[in-house]
Structure formats: structure tokens, C-alpha cells
């Protein structure tokens, strides 16, 4: 208690304006929260929210098939809970000291699979609560965290943190035919997707494409090839030159003009297009200036080695500019999950299309602190959540931090 009352006059105390500046802001902070809290629960009616809440999570999708949306969100939440919990095994040192003192890990496994595996059917039950649904989530994530914790700190746990990387490919795409309707089950048009799934799946599915692409314009625009360096130079510029408003209205009339009607792609998968091309160009130069930072010695000293140019940009640069690119490529995927709220201008009800659709019934009229406040909590919480695992990578990143 001394100690914290010693940093606190440290830190805010120091000098008369250090404690006057301290008190006045912590005085209008207090304010601020006390007033907000007043108007969320005396003020605010937050029936509009209760009432729309699944146009808000999923727009227009047919409530008999919300089922698979609750098995994908349940795999999801296993799988984060595994990856979380084998990552965090990983860095230990004594693993022979750690399973000694858990001998039956294997055992463990077994019984917290076997129980984790009851908890799908229960999810899927159609009678449930929706606040038991998410508890009963919440509850899966923590328990899968923990049994992958101790079961990954023998050998097959190890063996099992080798096998994310194709792990979480695999899931996403099962997830994404399971959404859409493929595996045999009936096919849900995108154009009835909308709410929240419709913004992450945008924003997931233009994350997972452009990053190969940008690392591949980055390279074109350092590759000593004038044909292929001008291209990349001539197509980043102009990207980052456009409005991606401009781009969204262009990939939906460009493409179903110049396409013939069995051919062009839905107006979902248009835009999912566009903010992959967007997205790209601005990745391509956080990859560029990552590529910057590595010193030339390394690729030289690759290549002395014995290894191919490939090789070495594969194995050695690469990996040391993604690193320290990670930051500014995180920031660019926020501002890609920021973005997605263009798509209700082309006629897309992603979450602030749902939201603009609820502002307009008059049943709901001047209630649009709620909704609005609402969709920024459920912005924050996924940025935040990328953020997160941006500061967790670069951790692991780092090779000066030891475990």
C-alpha cells in the first residue's frame, strides 16, 4: 500500500501543477462517467437493441439455419481456447520438470475433450436462452484454454501446436461453406447475410487475401525488373490515390458490366474483392518498409550460403521485415475492419446498414445514441481483440524477450 500511495504522488503529485492538473482532470473524467452512467440507466432505452438484436448479429438470415452460426461460433471459440492454451505452453523451459508434476496430461486431455465435445449439442439446442448461449460459449473457450495449457506441455502437445497453422485455415473455410450453405445443407445466399456477420466475414476474408498479395507487390516494387517494379508502382499509387468509395462503386458497376450475369460474382463477394485490392496496396508498402529495415548484408550473406535468392528472401528477409512490419500491418487491418462501414453506402446491411435500417422504422425514431453506441462497443471489442493479438505476436516476435 506504500508503495502504490509513493508512485501515485510520483506520478501525479510531483509538483503543485502535476496535483492540480491531476485533480481538475480526474474531476471532469468523473463527471463525464457519472453523467454517461445516468443517461445509460435512467435515460437510454435499450429496447431497440433487445428487440433488433438478431438483425444487429446477422441480418436478414433465415432463423431455422442460425444453428450453424452458433456450431461455427462455438468451433471458433474452441479453437482460440486450444491455440491460446497451447501458445501458452509453449515458452516454458523445464518441460520435463512441468510434466512431472502433471503426470495424467494425457488423461486430462481425454476427459476435457470428451466434456467439451457435450457442450456443442447443447448449443445448437434451439430452447436455450440467448445469454445461456453465450455463457455457455464463454465457458468453452476458458475450458479449452486450459486443457490445451496443461495438455500442451508434453510431447503431443507439442506435436498438436505444429498442426494450427493448418488448423485455423481449414476451420474458416469449413466455417464459411457451413455459413454459406455448402456440405450438402441448403445454400443461404450472401445477400441474406448481414449485421455484424456480414462486416466480419468481409473483413476476415480481405485480411486473409491481402496479405499474400501485398508481400508480393512489395517485392515487385523492390525487384529489379523495370516491367514488373513499374507495374507494382503503377498499381500501388493508384490504389492509394482513389477514395475506396469510389473503388466500391467502380467494382460493382465495372464488374457486372464487363462480366456476363452467370459469370460476375454476387455484390457480396464484388465488394469482398474490392477491399482486398484496397487493402493490399497499403499492406504492400508497411511490407516495403519492413524490407527497408533489413540490412542488404542479410540477403548477401543468404546467398553466400548457398541459397537460391527465393530462398533467402523466404527464409531470412522475409521473416526479419514481417516483424517488424507487424504494427503498421495490424493497423491497416483495423482500418480495413474500420471500412467495411462503406459497404451500407452501396446497398450492403452490414452492421451500420442493419443499424441505419433500425434508425429508420418509426417505431425506433431518436434512438440513435443507443444504436450508435452500441455498434462502437462492438467495433472496440474487435479491434481490440486485434490489437491484442498484434502485442502477443510481437512478443513472440521478438528476439530479444525471453521466455
Do not use: H, K
Amino acid at each position: 500500500m506504500a508503495g502504490l500511495l509513493r508512485r501515485l504522488r510520483r506520478d501525479y503529485f510531483a509538483n503543485p501543477l502535476d496535483a492540480a492538473l491531476s485533480i481538475t482532470l480526474g474531476l471532469l473524467l468523473t463527471a463525464a462517467l457519472l453523467a454517461g452512467l445516468r443517461w445509460a440507466l435512467s435515460q437510454a432505452q435499450w429496447a431497440v437493441i433487445q428487440v433488433n438484436a438478431t438483425l444487429f448479429a446477422v441480418g436478414r438470415y433465415p432463423l431455422e439455419q442460425q444453428w450453424r452460426l452458433w456450431l461455427v461460433t462455438a468451433l471458433l471459440a474452441a479453437a482460440s481456447g486450444s491455440s491460446w492454451g497451447l501458445l501458452r505452453a509453449l515458452p516454458r523451459r523445464d518441460r520435463r520438470r512441468e510434466a512431472q508434476l502433471w503426470p495424467g496430461n494425457d488423461r486430462i486431455a481425454v476427459a476435457g475433450f470428451a466434456a467439451l465435445a457435450l457442450v456443442l449439442p447443447a448449443l445448437l439446442g434451439l430452447s436455450l436462452p440467448l445469454q445461456l448461449r453465450w455463457w455457455l460459449i464463454s465457458a468453452l473457450l476458458l475450458a479449452a484454454r486450459w486443457v490445451c495449457g496443461r495438455w500442451g506441455q508434453g510431447r503431443r502437445g507439442r506435436q498438436a501446436l505444429r498442426l494450427l497453422p493448418l488448423a485455423w485455415p481449414c476451420l474458416y473455410l469449413f466455417g464459411l461453406g457451413l455459413i454459406a450453405g455448402g456440405l450438402g445443407l441448403i445454400a443461404v445466399p450472401p445477400n441474406e447475410w448481414g449485421g455484424l456477420l456480414l462486416t466480419l466475414v468481409q473483413a476476415s476474408l480481405a485480411i486473409l487475401l491481402c496479405f499474400p498479395l501485398g508481400v508480393l507487390l512489395a517485392l515487385g516494387r523492390r525487384s529489379t525488373l523495370p516491367l514488373l517494379r513499374w507495374s507494382s508502382v503503377l498499381y500501388i499509387e493508384f490504389i492509394r490515390g482513389a477514395p475506396l468509395i469510389t473503388l466500391l462503386f467502380l467494382g460493382q458497376n465495372i464488374l457486372g458490366f464487363l462480366l456476363p450475369g452467370g459469370v460476375a460474382p454476387e455484390r457480396v463477394w464484388r465488394a469482398a474483392l474490392v477491399l482486398t485490392l484496397f487493402a493490399a496496396a497499403y499492406l504492400a508498402e508497411a511490407v516495403r518498409a519492413g524490407l527497408a529495415a533489413v540490412p542488404r548484408g542479410q540477403l548477401e550473406a543468404a546467398r553466400s550460403l548457398g541459397l537460391s535468392t527465393a530462398q533467402a528472401l523466404a527464409r531470412v528477409v522475409l521473416p526479419q521485415a514481417i516483424r517488424t512490419a507487424v504494427p503498421a500491418m495490424v493497423g491497416q487491418f483495423i482500418s480495413l475492419l474500420q471500412d467495411t462501414t462503406l459497404l451500407s453506402l452501396i446497398g450492403l446491411l452490414e452492421l451500420l446498414g442493419s443499424a441505419r435500417t433500425v434508425m429508420a422504422n418509426p417505431a425506433f425514431l431518436g434512438r440513435n445514441a443507443e444504436v450508435y453506441l452500441t455498434l462502437a462497443v462492438l467495433f472496440w471489442c474487435c479491434c481490440a481483440a486485434l490489437g491484442l493479438g498484434s502485442r502477443a505476436l510481437e512478443r513472440r516476435l521478438n528476439p530479444n524477450t525471453t521466455a
